[in-house]
């Protein structure tokens, strides 16, 4: 069984069961604050018992995948790991202390699920489909599935650390414009004029950070899926080489999975939330309507609206997160690409990384460079919040 989830819930996936092991593994270092009380709604995180002793890595372990479990399809894959992990503990000495940490972290476990659901997810499955507006300008399904819009409810959500979606909208809009002095319609040539002189090394960018979970391929009357990481999994990979590289202990680098996911999380929303308040129409359908009937982005164009750019305002959102904890000029190799047929790539940064996460939206075709531009910002703000929410006031 293979899970798909969209790069909206896939950071959810990512962020509640990195909270529930980093509330576990914390206790074992007194410079890691908890997270409750700063945290949208999490107001508690329960205490172990008094008098009883408590391995925290176990329970953080245990806990970790009682959430995850709940989250994901393939549920018997954390039964299974859990099953061999509790009996590879049994065979060790002080099996009070272990049965104490295993009963610990499903304890946590169910706080942070009691948590989980009532962030609005549950319902906004049952919301309607989003409806196509004949406005001029307006989002279109594109090829090759025309299909419908991804989430365009999910700025429903609850966020982490958000006081609402639109808290950090762009000052600055991209508007629909045919007229060709305008701002639209300049940035749309533009993306034209690179799609048609696109080199070796743009495409190989674009096709480096597609991080399309469910690439569409059709063949006659052959229709089939290729299943990818998604664009928050690809900076929870980062920071996994980061934390690796750097040698950090458990609990540093729980906080580094965790500040990440967190950051990644509240910039779906609120790119989510710009998305579908602006609607604004992708590139290919656009210059195929007024400009080439045969142009083509060089990746696929993901279904739904294009202001802002989700990929931009995650990637500069989890960079400023990394950039906070492992510093401004951190150089690093990603390897993240290579289980899909990708070489590696060296940054001197971890926004080197997004500038050309951003940029490679708009070698694709599937963005113009004047939301690139926009998205970096919303993106940084956002993380800036979290940083400042989560770390920066211990």
């Known amino acids: 069984m293979i899970d798909f989830f969209t790069p909206p819930v896939a950071s959810r996936?990512?962020?509640?069961?990195?909270?529930?092991?980093?509330?576990?593994?914390?206790?074992?270092?007194?410079?890691?604050?908890?997270?409750?009380?700063?945290?949208?709604?999490?107001k508690v995180i329960p205490e172990a018992p008094k008098n009883s002793e408590v391995d925290h890595f176990i329970a953080a372990c245990v806990c970790f995948s009682f959430v995850a479990q709940n989250l994901v399809g393939s549920e018997y894959k954390f039964d299974d790991w859990r099953?061999?992990?509790?009996?590879?503990?049994?065979?060790?000495?002080?099996?009070?202390?272990?049965?104490?940490?295993?009963?610990?972290?499903?304890t946590v476990a169910d706080s942070i699920l009691l948590w989980s659901k009532k962030d609005n997810y549950g319902p906004s499955r049952g919301m309607p489909r989003f409806s196509i507006s004949s406005q001029a300008g307006t989002w279109q399904p594109t090829p090759a599935d025309y299909a419908p819009a991804i989430?365009?409810?999910?700025?429903?959500?609850?966020?982490?650390?958000?006081?609402?979606?639109?808290?950090?909208?762009?000052?600055?809009?991209?508007?629909?414009?045919?007229?060709?002095?305008?701002m639209?319609?300049?940035?749309?040539?533009?993306?034209?004029?690179?799609g048609i002189n696109l080199d070796t090394t743009k495409k190989l960018i674009a096709h480096y950070w597609d991080d399309n979970p469910n690439v569409s391929v059709n063949l006659g009357h052959l229709n089939y899926f290729i299943h990818k990481i998604s664009p928050g999994g690809h900076w929870i990979m980062?920071?996994?080489?980061?934390?690796?590289?750097?040698?950090?202990?458990?609990?540093r680098s729980s906080l580094a999975y965790t500040l990440t996911s967190i950051a990644l999380f509240d910039?779906?929303?609120?790119?989510?939330?710009?998305?579908?308040?602006?609607?604004?129409?992708?590139?290919?359908?656009?210059?195929?309507?007024f400009v080439d009937k045969n142009w083509q982005p060089y990746i696929q164009?993901?279904?739904?609206?294009?202001?802002?750019?989700?990929?931009?305002?995650?990637?500069?959102?989890?960079?400023?997160i990394l950039t906070g904890l492992f510093g401004d000029n951190y150089e690093f190799t990603d390897k993240t690409e290579i289980p899909f047929g990708n070489d590696t790539r060296h940054f001197k940064s971890f926004?080197?990384?997004?500038?050309?996460?951003?940029?490679?939206?708009?070698?694709?075709?599937?963005?113009?460079?004047?939301?690139?531009?926009?998205?970096?910002?919303?993106?940084?703000?956002?993380?800036?919040?979290?940083?400042?929410?989560?770390?920066?006031?211990?």
Request: proline share 6%.
């Open 13 to 42: 996936i990512y962020s509640y069961p990195n909270i529930a092991f980093y509330e576990c593994i914390r206790q074992d270092d007194p410079s890691l604050p908890s997270l409750a009380g700063k945290l949208n709604g999490l």
């Open 83 to 106: 099953k061999s992990f509790v009996d590879s503990l049994m065979l060790k000495d002080n099996n009070d202390i272990i049965k104490n940490s295993l009963v610990y972290g499903r």
């Open 151 to 182: 989430e365009p409810h999910w700025n429903t959500i609850r966020p982490y650390t958000l006081s609402s979606p639109s808290q950090f909208s762009p000052k600055e809009k991209l508007v629909y414009s045919r007229k060709k002095n305008s």
């Open 184 to 194: 639209f319609y300049k940035t749309m040539m533009e993306v034209y004029k690179i």
């Open 238 to 251: 980062i920071t996994q080489q980061a934390c690796k590289e750097k040698n950090e202990s458990v609990g």
């Open 267 to 289: 910039a779906f929303i609120c790119s989510w939330d710009e998305k579908f308040k602006t609607n604004l129409i992708r590139p290919i359908t656009v210059i195929n309507q």
């Open 301 to 320: 164009t993901p279904p739904f609206p294009e202001f802002t750019s989700g990929h931009a305002v995650i990637s500069n959102s989890a960079a400023t």
């Open 351 to 394: 926004y080197d990384a997004a500038w050309e996460v951003t940029w490679s939206r708009v070698y694709g075709g599937i963005h113009y460079p004047e939301t690139a531009r926009i998205s970096i910002v919303q993106g940084k703000e956002i993380g800036n919040h979290v940083l400042k929410t989560l770390y920066l006031q211990r």
